[in-house]
């Protein structure tokens, strides 16, 4: 392979922008952080003279696979498409290629962008300028905002819109290195508490996918592949863990091996954690219950549409009555579809059969006090000396409703979005909990 000049280089990027910088090569070792999907052959750097040392991406795709076959890479660095939409890549062909590529993992909610690079196959490293400024592939129509992960989708056709436009062929190509603004340094928006502690529902009452407070299907497999590798991320906050959900469009539960029982089961609960800033207008989390025969049940979560409404940077709980419209006896699989990518995080995800146990092992807490009760808008909940770490009110079905860390001696419960009943409040501390009775006129 010709090896083109830096100056060369240099000028075009300049010609750019000036500060456009190197947000991805594949010098270092381990490279690749990412994975192929669609039936793509692993990408592998391998050693030539590239554009900026010696190692480069080799991309072979394979005509006998899906037309949208391609690799997805988690940036080295952030890349800023709020000034400008254009980046650039080198690459090396020695036929011609046109190839589509796409932005993704935006933070706070940026939307996927996509275009489209063509390479004219002289057999020459080419360092080639594309800009995110027309909807393909149903992608927005330009890029606005900062973002994590690259895709190289190794097919495409000058002027298509729709993958359906695309042939495929067999074609090797190699791609150097890729060119952006480098976004500047922003703070980490996951979690660092806790999602909120369950209520004790009777074991027996429980399936759950993920939750440190209920046992597991014994031998589940939380990322199944269904949309492609690395859906989600185990990782912890405020000491427990929870699932970062990643670039892909779906997350695969599958548990084939133990198929559960749904009968009986009532509701779906998760608890959601959203980073800071993301617009949850469109944001959705959608729930489909697979049995090994007959149809689907699928639950849908408009996030923009909960009530009340979630606050992006904290930790809420939500609790569905779902209705399981096929099959209840051996459900063999979950799936997960969001578009929160790389701004969600989840944890306390089971069914239930909306059952709780109450604890008989509360503690007294010294100078516990709640007033007025009843009320009509609010109480106020106190101690004597001792911060209450959290407050869970449920239901008098045992359906969680409201939940605080107030992590003061002294606070108040809004009731104002609650229903006339009966309420139970779990006040829990360092040294234990106890629980109150709490009445909504």
Same mark, same amino acid.
């Given at each position: 392979?010709?090896?083109?000049?830096?100056?060369?280089?240099?000028?075009?990027?300049?010609?750019?922008?000036?500060?456009?910088?190197?947000?991805?090569?594949?010098?270092?070792?381990?490279?690749?952080?990412?994975?192929?999907?669609?039936g793509m052959a692993a990408p592998s750097v391998i050693a030539d003279a590239?554009?900026?040392?010696?190692?480069?991406?080799?991309?072979?795709?394979?005509?006998?696979?899906?037309?949208?076959?391609?690799?997805?890479?988690?940036?080295?660095?952030?890349?800023?498409?709020?000034?400008?939409?254009?980046?650039?890549?080198?690459?090396?062909?020695?036929?011609?290629?046109?190839?589509?590529?796409?932005?993704? +993992?935006?933070?706070?909610?940026?939307?996927?962008?996509?275009?489209?690079?063509?390479?004219?196959?002289? /057999?020459?490293?080419?360092?080639?300028?594309?800009?995110?400024?027309?909807?393909?592939?149903?992608?927005?129509?330009?890029?606005?905002?900062?973002?994590?992960?690259?895709?190289?989708?190794?097919?495409?056709?000058?002027?298509?819109?729709?993958?359906?436009?695309?042939?495929?062929?067999?074609?090797?190509?190699?791609?150097?290195?890729?060119?952006?603004?480098?976004?500047?340094?922003?703070?980490?928006?996951?979690?660092?508490?806790?999602?909120?502690?369950?209520?004790?529902?009777?074991?027996?009452?429980?399936?759950?996918?993920?939750?440190?407070?209920?046992?597991?299907?014994?031998?589940?497999?939380?990322?199944?592949?269904?949309?492609?590798?690395?859906?989600?991320?185990?990782?912890?906050?405020?000491?427990?863990?929870?699932?970062?959900?990643?670039?892909?469009?779906?997350?695969?539960?599958?548990?084939?091996?133990?198929?559960?029982?749904?009968?009986?089961?009532?509701?779906?609960?998760?608890?959601?954690?959203?980073?800071?800033g993301t617009d949850l207008v469109g944001k959705v989390f959608n729930v489909?219950?697979?049995?090994?025969?007959?149809?689907?049940?699928?639950?849908?979560?408009?996030?923009?549409?909960?009530?009340?409404?979630?606050?992006?940077?904290?930790?809420?709980?939500?609790?569905?009555?779902?209705?399981? /419209?096929?099959?209840?006896? /051996?459900?063999?699989?979950?799936?997960?579809? /969001?578009?929160?990518?790389?701004?969600?995080?989840?944890?306390?995800?089971?069914?239930?059969?909306?059952?709780?146990?109450?604890?008989?092992?509360?503690?007294?807490?010294?100078?516990?006090?709640?007033?007025?009760?009843?009320?009509?808008?609010?109480?106020?909940?106190?101690?004597?000396?001792?911060?209450?770490?959290?407050?869970?009110?449920?239901?008098?079905?045992?359906?969680?409703?409201?939940?605080?860390?107030?992590?003061?001696?002294?606070?108040?419960?809004?009731?104002?979005?609650?229903?006339?009943?009966?309420?139970?409040?779990?006040?829990?501390?360092?040294? +234990?909990?106890?629980?109150?009775?709490?009445?909504?006129?």
């Amino acid at each position: 392979m010709k090896k083109i000049t830096l100056l060369f280089i240099f000028l075009l990027i300049s010609s750019i922008g000036f500060s456009q910088e190197i947000i991805q090569s594949f010098e270092a070792a381990g490279a690749i952080n990412g994975g192929p999907f669609g039936g793509m052959a692993a990408p592998s750097v391998i050693a030539d003279a590239g554009t900026n040392g010696t190692q480069v991406l080799e991309i072979v795709a394979n005509p006998a696979n899906e037309v949208w076959q391609g690799i997805n890479l988690f940036l080295t660095k952030n890349v800023d498409l709020t000034s400008t939409q254009t980046m650039s890549i080198d690459v090396f062909s020695a036929t011609p290629v046109t190839f589509l590529v796409k932005v993704n +993992g935006g933070i706070a909610g940026a939307p996927e962008a996509a275009a489209e690079v063509t390479h004219n196959g002289n /057999s020459t490293w080419q360092t080639l300028s594309f800009t995110f400024n027309t909807s393909l592939d149903g992608k927005a129509a330009a890029a606005n905002g900062v973002y994590s992960a690259f895709v190289i989708h190794a097919y495409w056709a000058a002027g298509a819109t729709m993958f359906t436009e695309v042939t495929k062929d067999t074609r090797t190509f190699y791609v150097d290195n890729i060119f952006g603004i480098a976004a500047a340094p922003v703070a980490d928006p996951a979690p660092t508490t806790a999602a909120p502690t369950p209520p004790a529902r009777p074991a027996a009452d429980v399936i759950s996918i993920y939750s440190g407070s209920y046992a597991a299907i014994p031998g589940i497999v939380l990322d199944q592949g269904w949309c492609g590798a690395n859906s989600i991320t185990a990782t912890t906050a405020g000491g427990n863990d929870v699932l970062a959900y990643n670039n892909q469009p779906c997350q695969g539960i599958d548990f084939d091996l133990n198929r559960q029982n749904f009968t009986g089961i009532t509701n779906l609960h998760v608890d959601l954690f959203i980073a800071a800033g993301t617009d949850l207008v469109g944001k959705v989390f959608n729930v489909k219950i697979v049995p090994d025969a007959g149809a689907d049940s699928e639950f849908n979560i408009d996030i923009n549409a909960l009530a009340p409404a979630p606050v992006p940077g904290t930790w809420y709980s939500y609790d569905m009555p779902i209705t399981i /419209s096929g099959p209840h006896s /051996s459900i063999r699989q979950v799936g997960v579809t /969001s578009n929160l990518n790389n701004v969600l995080w989840y944890d306390n995800f089971y069914f239930h059969k909306n059952t709780i146990t109450l604890s008989t092992e509360d503690l007294e807490i010294a100078g516990l006090n709640v007033y007025p009760n009843p009320t009509k808008d609010s109480w106020t909940v106190k101690t004597k000396n001792i911060k209450m770490s959290s407050i869970e009110v449920f239901d008098i079905l045992g359906k969680q409703v409201l939940s605080l860390k107030p992590e003061t001696t002294e606070t108040t419960i809004n009731a104002s979005q609650l229903k006339s009943g009966l309420y139970f409040a779990k006040i829990s501390t360092d040294n +234990g909990s106890s629980s109150l009775k709490l009445v909504k006129q």
